[in-house]
């Protein structure tokens, strides 16, 4: 298991490198501020050093332990759970439209994931998608997929 994350840091170390040399090729700042390669180069050189500090971590580590690294079978269903949720989304925003993809996501993330009240799972569930919808394709003028119903 040792072997696998150190594995596994190596090529998340390989692939914030890329990024950082890749925002290389873009300007960092422009007149109204952060240019396009600011966040990518940020966030590649932070997620760079925290994946050199796990290596580290992990080459110290002399204990082989492989406890805890498992999900049970909860955590199990609720990731699988998660995926559905993200595949049935992302196959339905284009016939259905934002808002209601969205609608459908929100509530069925907030159940799958052991939300309790149903009214703050409505509540929530609309916010997120007609409030967001209204807030990005009014204000913020962003075409967002509205759908066959024309919601």
Do not use: N
Not at 104 to 120: H, Q
């Amino acid at each position: 298991m040792r072997r696998g994350r150190l594995v596994a840091c190596v090529c998340l170390l390989a692939i914030f490198v890329a990024t950082l040399v890749t925002s290389l090729d873009y300007s960092l700042t422009d007149a109204l501020g952060p240019g396009p390669g600011f966040f990518p180069f940020w966030l590649s050189l932070v997620g760079a050093l925290m994946t050199i500090a796990m290596l580290v971590q992990e080459a110290r580590s002399a204990t082989m332990s492989t406890a805890g690294i498992l999900p049970d079978r909860r955590a199990l269903l609720q990731g699988g759970g998660v995926l559905l949720a993200l595949a049935a989304a992302a196959a339905l925003l284009e016939p259905l439209g934002f808002r209601l993809t969205m609608l459908l996501f929100i509530a069925g993330l907030l159940l799958t994931l052991g939300a309790r009240s149903p009214s703050a799972t409505l509540l929530t569930a609309a916010a997120g998608s007609f409030g967001v919808f209204h807030v990005f394709y009014y204000w913020l003028k962003v075409p967002l997929p509205i759908g066959a119903l024309g919601l």
